[in-house]
């Protein structure tokens, strides 16, 4: 990986690993990356990391819905910013959500994602997200 996210760190797997996303807009965002250097595109992926991130995915679905009550997930795969096999995985809120003092609000939720940009994730509140997950996986 060519950037260290070590500190965001959620759980590893053989052919992926989980990582709390820097920007928690959505509460419970994440992305997976595939640990294999030369992966690009989700459709080279090989039937095993196949197998695996179906696996990861499902724990990773359970384990925010448990923790935070998300009623629904978006997953991408697109590559554009960063070439490598990687996807991210954004829960959605029918309704504001709190969490660490902070209360999160879906405006967009029943439409596609979109990032907020100016939503300030502190390390602490990072942090905690991640932990909370952690804490909530298999």
């Not at 030369?38 to 459709?43: H, P």
Request: charged letters at 30%; a positive charge; hydrophobic letters at 35%.
């Amino acid at each position: 990986m060519s950037k260290n996210f070590s500190h965001r760190l959620i759980k590893n797997y053989k052919y992926w690993a989980i990582y709390a996303h820097k920007n928690q807009g959505y509460l419970g965002r994440c992305f997976v990356w595939c640990k294999r250097e030369d992966a690009l595109d989700l459709t080279d992926a090989t039937k095993e990391e196949q197998r695996e991130l179906f696996l990861v995915l499902q724990e990773l679905r359970q384990a925010v819905k448990k923790t935070f009550g998300a009623d629904w997930f978006n997953y991408a795969f697109l590559g554009n910013g960063t070439r490598h096999l990687h996807g991210h995985f954004i829960p959605r809120y029918a309704k504001p959500t709190r969490f660490e003092g902070v209360v999160f609000e879906d405006k967009r939720y029943g439409h596609n994602y979109r990032t907020d940009h100016d939503f300030l994730t502190s390390d602490s509140l990072l942090q905690a997200v991640r932990a909370e997950i952690k804490k909530a996986i298999k």
